[in-house]
């Protein structure tokens, strides 16, 4: 037969690994809502600049929003981040017809949907926009 205090030793082991186990497994919409407040700031200084450039300053916050992204919008933002880096692409590399076609790419419906589906699911699952 166990002691008590056995018992208890191990009832206190096995709490602290249910407790550790709960947390690896921390929803994953949580997780990203955390990351959409931490990028909030960032992301409303990029949309207030009136600099060109500011726009690709978006692009490391869209990268880890897109890396943390639940399934259900993952494509949406795989979307906005490869238009936005074709742009950037084709100014870095300073080829007109290359900006011409990816701007063309970041301005369309495709793109601008896209973009709303984020912003949307940010208000209605998170509670908060991408941008204050």
Known sequence: MSSPAS?????VTLLTV???LSGCSSDPQEAYCE???DHQDEL?????????DA???????????????PSDIEDEWTHVVTA???????????????????SEELGSRRTIEAM???EQH?????????AH
């Open 84 to 102: 936005l880096e074709a742009l950037e692409s084709a100014v870095d590399g300073g080829a007109e017809d290359r900006i011409e076609r990816a």
């Open 35 to 37: 990351r959409v407040a």
């Open 116 to 118: 709303a589906a984020l």
């Open 18 to 20: 249910a407790s550790t």
């Open 55 to 69: 726009l690709f300053a978006a692009l490391p916050p869209y990268r880890d929003l897109q890396e943390h992204a």
């Open 122 to 130: 940010a208000l209605d699952v998170c509670g908060t926009p991408l």
């Open 44 to 52: 409303t200084e990029v949309a207030a600049s009136e600099d060109e």
């Open 7 to 11: 018992v208890s030793t191990v009832l």
